[in-house]
């Protein structure tokens, strides 16, 4: 049996980029295997057939236009699912993330159970997310929050396959490669988007900060420490124990 390439490793084969890869499989210039939804993998000699025989030489996208922007909602969903990564589109631009760490999921876990348990005491009509999951605040922002709240009266926004629009709130577990993204680019876009609440988890240093927008600017209404209990000024009775979260 041969051996079937992911694109990250047709694209080191091929001295490309993986957008490149995406662009082909996208125009169906290249052959694909197709395992399942958005799940590609590539043989190598097929693949090399069809660049032989096709009309036009393999050419890259230019690095600056990427970094510009231009991608959409559509052009993100036609990007074939690749294992081992994330991908969110930031003001039109792809950003491509390496999955997150067990730490950074031991996090997220026990902070879904302490609010989902709040949550469904204060508003049991209310829906509470984790990732992956795509929320489209804009045709040039299509966002994966770690954590993400629906209150029950704003569940038209609940699509099939995403959430279109802001939720009432996003929380976001830092890492140390998105550390920059999640507490100055994705910030903005949640504030210019209108997103209530934005929280940061930190697993590092071990704190949790809470966001409230007011009167068009995030302000920070709760912070806490792993020996803290965590309660917030809107959030009426919520104690959420910072200790649980960070544990060792």
């Keep these: ?17 993986v957008e ?4 082909y499989t996208r125009q169906k210039k290249i052959p694909v295997v197709e395992l399942g939804d958005r799940q590609y993998r590539y043989e190598k000699e097929a693949v090399l057939a069809a660049l032989a025989a096709g009309d036009s030489l393999v050419k890259e996208e230019n690095p600056a236009v990427l970094r510009q922007g231009g ?3 559509q052009d993100y969903v036609k990007i074939p699912w690749e294992p081992g990564c994330r991908l969110e589109v ?5 950003v491509r993330e390496p999955s997150p760490s067990v730490k950074h ?5 026990m902070l879904y159970r302490q609010l989902a348990d709040f949550f469904d005491g204060f508003d049991p009509r209310g829906e509470l997310f984790v990732a992956p999951l795509d929320v489209t605040l804009s045709e040039a922002n ?19 396959e995403r959430i279109d629009g802001p939720c009432d709130l996003a929380v976001e577990v830092m890492s140390p490669a998105n550390r920059r993204k999640d ?9 210019r988007e209108g997103i209530p609440h934005y929280w940061l988890a ?25 020996e803290d209990a965590f309660s917030h000024p809107e959030f009426p009775e919520m104690e959420l124990d910072l200790k649980r979260v960070f544990h060792k």
């Excluded at 051996?3 to 047709?10: D, M, N």
């Excluded at 999921?105 to 876990?109: A, F, P, R, Y």
């Excluded at 507490?183 to 504030?191: D, N, V």
Aim: hydrophobic share 45%; net charge negative.
């Design 90 to 94: 930031l003001e039109g631009s792809l």
């Design 105 to 109: 999921q031991l996090v997220v876990v």
């Design 20 to 23: 490149t890869v995406w662009r």
């Design 142 to 160: 299509v966002v994966q929050p770690d954590l993400l709240y629906i209150s029950g009266g704003r569940r038209e926004i609940i699509l099939e």
């Design 1 to 17: 049996m041969k051996k079937l390439l992911t694109a990250q490793e047709l694209a080191e084969l091929l001295s490309l980029s």
């Design 202 to 226: 930190d697993p590092e240093n071990e704190t949790l900060e809470a966001f409230a927008l007011r009167e068009g600017h995030y302000t920070l209404v709760a912070a806490g420490g792993r």
């Design 183 to 191: 507490r100055l680019q994705k910030m903005e876009i949640y504030r």
């Design 71 to 73: 991608y959409t909602y």
